[in-house]
């Protein structure tokens, strides 16, 4: 099954209709629940915009496959198209009123990572980028920074879901701030890859993360230059939680 250009153009256009969703909410009436792991919350929104995206890409892509992060029921396919998505990254964020979260969309074809869409609403801004044909921001292309490891400022997530990886994350926090200039905690994994790919930040770490948490965001960031793998220099996962790094297109893994 091929995915076209005009399909993407779609799924951008749906990333960005679902984000006035999240705009036009009532954080205080959104019908607040807590899925396993701490502070791990989801709203009836969360379930909204992501009953909107799977039914349209449907639409978009008859045949297609869907895994969601707020789904019972997810389609692990390594042929054909499939559609990974969280609906609302930064679910705190948006509960707390910090308008810092997103729309997130990755595309896998055949098993491969190949597009993605994201969308935040609350600044107006659409990452995308398709395999082999650039990033792009609200249209205009993006491009990774070329700053060295100790100019770098980096973006982390605290693995706040798993209390296990608490000691652990306070160790690579402290690892980093050694080794990089600054550090910045936003609760959004996906606009922090997002910010690596446009040179908003340089480097960005977290011990475990959901593939919807990077499907979309780890395309962005490689079609602009750079590089995102595992902690151990591998493949992120389209079906399994997985350690992640982003880097600009001169940081090294054996760096850090």
């Known amino acids: 099954m091929m995915f076209t250009n005009e ?4 799924v951008c256009a749906l990333a960005k209709r679902c984000g006035q969703i999240i705009l036009n909410a009532d954080a205080d009436r959104a019908g607040v629940s807590v899925k396993e792991g701490s502070g791990n919350f989801v709203t009836k929104y969360d379930k909204m915009v992501q009953d909107v995206i799977q039914e349209e890409l449907a639409r978009i892509a008859p045949g297609s496959h ?4 707020e789904s019972d029921v997810n389609e692990r396919c390594e042929e054909g198209v499939l559609f990974i998505v969280d609906p609302i990254d930064g679910t705190h964020n948006f509960l707390k009123g910090l308008k810092h979260s997103c729309v997130s969309i990755g595309v896998a074809v055949d098993g491969k990572r190949y597009a993605g869409a994201v969308y935040d609403p609350y600044r107006d801004e659409l990452f995308s980028a398709m395999r082999g044909q650039g990033a792009f921001l609200n249209g205009a292309p993006i491009r990774v920074s070329d700053l060295p490891l100790e100019q770098a400022l980096t973006f982390f997530g605290t693995c706040s879901y798993y209390p296990e990886l608490n000691e652990a994350s306070a160790a690579a926090y402290l690892k980093y701030l050694k080794l990089t200039a600054d550090l910045r905690r936003t609760g959004s994994s ?14 960005f770490f977290e011990l475990r993360l959901c593939p919807w948490d990077y499907a979309a965001a780890s395309v962005i960031i490689e079609e602009a230059g ?10 992120v996962s389209l079906f399994e939680k997985s350690s992640v790094i982003g880097m ?4 090294r893994l054996e760096e850090i």
Do not use: P
């Open 66 to 69: 869907f895994i969601g992060e």
């Open 226 to 235: 750079g590089k995102v793998t595992n902690g151990e220099g591998g493949e």
């Open 190 to 203: 996906t606009l922090d890859l997002c910010y690596v790919a446009c040179g908003r930040a340089d480097l």
């Open 248 to 251: 600009n297109s001169v940081i």
């Open 7 to 10: 399909q993407f153009t779609q």
